[in-house]
């Protein structure tokens, strides 16, 4: 049952069923080999996840289609795609913009004093009007007065490209929780709903950290694509 309910979450994650309609209960025990009982025990699991919905009568449909990201992308180091979410196809609800003192781990991952000014910089991250991210960054000053100071209608690595602020590169640690009640309410998600988490720190064009994320992803509603090749060195 488990297997079975990883093979569907990909399918319906993976935009398998373009009309949103899965198969019916007897078409998915025929082409995964399974009993009655294990199908609908997999599709209990993906309705408990939030994923589809059954309706008595009409069958069984898709209610979350996941933005499929590229890792780079995700990043801000690779110019986005057409169609990627970081192409300006993002709204932010800004919930904070202020200027603080950096509080002892802020500073410390951003190599500089405790309580250097930064600005504070806190949103919620919305795809077609939707919540699917929470995200506070803690920018370092002279970027920060021109982040403050430009306006922020889409993603961040478009507020930075339009406040003139360059970027490196970027790193994350990627980690998972449950929805806190402190969470919950701004991603429009119950308490205990699992979230992807995230640091993120950008670095200057000289390799100097200028700014430290804290993010919460709908891990239901965005997925990172990453694809990586070996050289021509390790294969000899």
């Known amino acids: 049952m488990r297997r079975l309910r990883d093979m569907l ?4 994650q993976g935009c398998r069923y373009p009309d949103g309609q899965l198969p019916s209960e007897a078409d998915l025990m025929a082409s995964h080999h399974a009993t009655r009982a294990t199908v609908r025990e997999a599709l209990a699991l993906l309705r408990a996840e939030g994923l589809i919905e ?4 009409i069958g069984t449909h898709v209610v979350v289609r996941p933005v499929d990201t590229a890792l780079p992308e995700a990043h801000g180091v690779m110019t986005p795609g057409r ?4 192409n300006r196809r993002m709204r932010p609800r800004v919930l904070d913009r202020s200027v ?3 509080p002892a781990t802020v500073a410390e991952r951003l190599a500089v004093p405790e309580g250097t000014p930064c600005l504070r910089l806190e949103y919620v991250a919305l795809h077609e009007e939707e919540p699917i991210g929470l995200v506070t960054n803690y920018v370092l000053f002279p970027g920060a007065g021109r982040v403050r100071d430009t306006p922020f209608v889409s993603d961040w690595y478009a507020l930075l490209a339009d406040a003139g602020v360059e970027l490196s590169e970027s790193e994350f640690i990627f980690g ?6 402190l969470v919950a309410p701004a991603l429009g998600v119950r308490v205990g709903a699992l979230l992807i988490i995230s640091e993120q720190i950008i670095y200057d064009p000289h390799g100097r950290p200028f700014d430290l ?8 509603r965005f997925r990172f694509v ?3 090749w ?4 390790e294969h000899s």
């Open 100 to 102: 603080v003192e950096a």
């Open 213 to 220: 994320a804290f993010i919460h992803t709908r891990g239901e």
């Open 83 to 86: 169609e990627s979410v970081f």
């Open 9 to 12: 979450r990909a399918a319906v």
């Open 54 to 57: 059954r309706v008595q009568g």
């Open 176 to 181: 998972c929780e449950p929805a806190d009640p």
């Open 226 to 228: 990453s694809r990586a």
């Open 230 to 233: 070996r050289t021509r060195e």
